[in-house]
């Protein structure tokens, strides 16, 4: 027998949380509002079975969408070339696969994509 831990309420609207911090405060560098929006009415991100995860599982999904965040901030904030940061942001967009969470997108669809105020889309659905 298997005693697994169940993820808390809590650490499940963390991660919600975590999500649209994504939507609201790094997307907008790199896309249109009105891709932002379009990637929301698609569902990206979705979390199915959120409730279902247990306690590891949601800790993996957590830190998978906090290293993806920071590397993605990391660009916003520097010219320096990210590519050192490529293994890293690939290895967490798997484990977001792992978990059925589409996010479909590579470290070079966000590098040097930053104009300003004028997000670019470099991703198209």
């Known amino acids: 027998m298997k005693v697994v831990t169940a993820s808390t309420p809590e650490q499940q609207y963390y991660v919600k949380e975590l999500i649209e911090k994504l939507y609201d405060s790094i997307f907008p560098y790199f896309f ?9 009415r698609f ?32 660009s916003v904030q520097t010219t320096d070339n990210l590519s050192g940061y490529e293994q890293a942001f690939n290895k967490n967009a798997t484990i ?11 470290l070079n669809d966000f590098c040097g994509n930053i104009k300003g105020n004028t997000p670019q889309n470099t991703f198209t659905i």
């Open 96 to 106: 977001l696969s792992k978990y059925e969470i589409d996010f479909p997108f590579q």
């Open 32 to 40: 249109t509002k009105e891709y932002i929006q379009e990637l929301k």
């Open 43 to 74: 569902n990206l991100m979705h979390v199915p079975n959120l409730e279902d995860l247990d306690l590891t599982e949601i800790m993996e999904v957590t830190a998978a969408v906090q290293t993806i965040t920071t590397i993605l901030e990391q």
